[in-house]
């Protein structure tokens, strides 16, 4: 699950957008992403529109097969390659740019993906939420949004509702849904909205398209727990995809991005090569000589992705753009007065 921004899906900024569009193709002629790296982070995938309408899944960062298609051919078309994080230590070519699609939690419905990547011979990462995928319960954003939905709330109040649970552990997330929803709401609906399963995630590791990758065991956001309680998170969710694939995986995505130095610490401690945030930033090339190695992520444009590009690419989300033009006119307008 990514962050939630207050405007998000409530207020859309065309004219930013629009601008982006047209001076983004410019600013990369002479800012070319040679040498660079471009991440993103997918969630669930629906097979067609209708699908997204039954409200299985909290829509928010979801798309159709569609547009995925339309992202991949995008960047087939500006000759990017895509790889995967071990790629990043055997030698890169120079002056070429580098793509990489992840996709995070483990929902059923990435098999959709899994199809297409063969189609495109393309790899990408899977960042598996361990405790899902062993009880087959839905992810907890998913049981609040199709509930409230049901209820006929509206998605502001979906959205507050779920920004309050982002800030408590994994324990007190369970409770609250069991209180408001009962211990059956944990039962998927559909394959649209439940996690692979065990044998699901065993033949998935077996992909050569696919590379495995640590979400923690319940999803958890790293900076609400102790550092032992970090530990644990990502220790029980390494075993178990050990147990599956028989690797233990060198790649870990923080659940809605988020970090600290100690979480950085520990997932240094424990081993992993690669830590993904949400941060939307390219990566240079050669990757950072470190133990630990920060790959930033951007979100990509569920919409009008052929046209990707915008000021999503300059790190930007219009969403936040516009926030940030509005404090910062503000600011000035007061400073004059
Ligand atoms: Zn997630």
């Known amino acids: 699950?990514?962050?939630?921004?207050?405007?998000?899906?409530?207020?859309?900024?065309?004219?930013?957008?629009?601008?982006?569009?047209?001076?983004?193709?410019?600013?990369?002629?002479?800012?070319?992403?040679?040498?660079?790296?471009?991440?993103?982070?997918?969630?669930?995938?629906?097979?067609?529109?209708?699908?997204?309408?039954?409200?299985?899944?909290?829509?928010?960062?979801?798309?159709?097969?569609?547009?995925?298609?339309?992202?991949?051919?995008?960047?087939?078309?500006?000759?990017y390659k895509f790889i995967i994080p071990k790629d990043l230590s055997s030698e890169l070519k120079e002056n070429q740019s580098y793509a990489m699609i992840t996709f995070d939690d483990g929902y059923f419905n990435n098999m959709l993906a899994v199809e297409i990547l063969k189609r495109y011979n393309i790899p990408a990462v899977f960042f598996i939420t361990t405790n899902n995928v062993k009880q087959n319960i839905s992810y907890w954003w998913d049981i609040i949004y199709k509930f409230r939905v049901k209820q006929g709330i509206?998605?502001?109040?979906?959205?507050?509702?779920?920004?309050?649970?982002?800030?408590?552990?994994?324990?007190?997330?369970?409770?609250?849904?069991?209180?408001?929803?009962?211990?059956?709401?944990?039962?998927?609906?559909?394959?649209?909205?439940?996690?692979?399963?065990?044998?699901?995630?065993?033949?998935?590791?077996?992909?050569?398209?696919?590379?495995?990758?640590?979400?923690?065991?319940?999803?958890?956001?790293?900076?609400?727990?102790?550092?032992?309680?970090?530990?644990?998170?990502?220790?029980?969710?390494?075993?178990?995809?050990?147990?599956?694939?028989?690797?233990?995986?060198?790649?870990v995505a923080f659940p809605n991005g988020n970090y600290n130095d100690m979480v950085i610490e520990v997932t240094e401690e424990a081993g992993f090569k690669y830590a993904f945030t949400t941060e939307p930033k390219k990566n240079p090339l050669p990757a950072e000589d470190t133990k630990l190695i920060r790959i930033d992520r951007y979100h990509p444009n569920t919409t009008e992705i052929a046209r990707y590009g915008s000021f999503f690419r300059l790190g930007y989300e219009p969403e936040y753009l516009a926030d940030d033009l509005k404090i910062k006119i503000k600011s000035i307008l007061r400073r004059r007065k």
Request: hydrophobic fraction near 30%; aromatic fraction near 14%; include cysteine.
């Open 1 to 79: 699950m990514r962050p939630i921004k207050n405007t998000y899906e409530t207020y859309s900024p065309k004219v930013i957008k629009n601008l982006g569009y047209l001076i983004n193709p410019f600013l990369l002629n002479f800012k070319s992403e040679r040498n660079r790296l471009l991440v993103f982070y997918f969630h669930g995938l629906y097979e067609s529109m209708k699908q997204k309408q039954l409200h299985h899944v909290d829509p928010q960062n979801n798309m159709t097969t569609k547009q995925f298609i339309d992202f991949i051919e995008y960047f087939l078309h500006y000759k």
């Open 154 to 251: 509206n998605l502001e109040t979906i959205r507050n509702e779920q920004r309050t649970l982002k800030s408590v552990k994994f324990s007190a997330i369970n409770d609250y849904i069991t209180q408001n929803f009962g211990i059956k709401a944990f039962e998927p609906w559909s394959d649209i909205d439940r996690p692979f399963n065990e044998v699901e995630v065993r033949d998935l590791a077996e992909n050569p398209y696919v590379s495995i990758g640590n979400h923690t065991h319940n999803h958890s956001i790293l900076t609400c727990y102790t550092r032992d309680e970090i530990k644990q998170e990502l220790s029980e969710s390494s075993n178990i995809l050990f147990n599956l694939t028989g690797k233990y995986p060198v790649s």
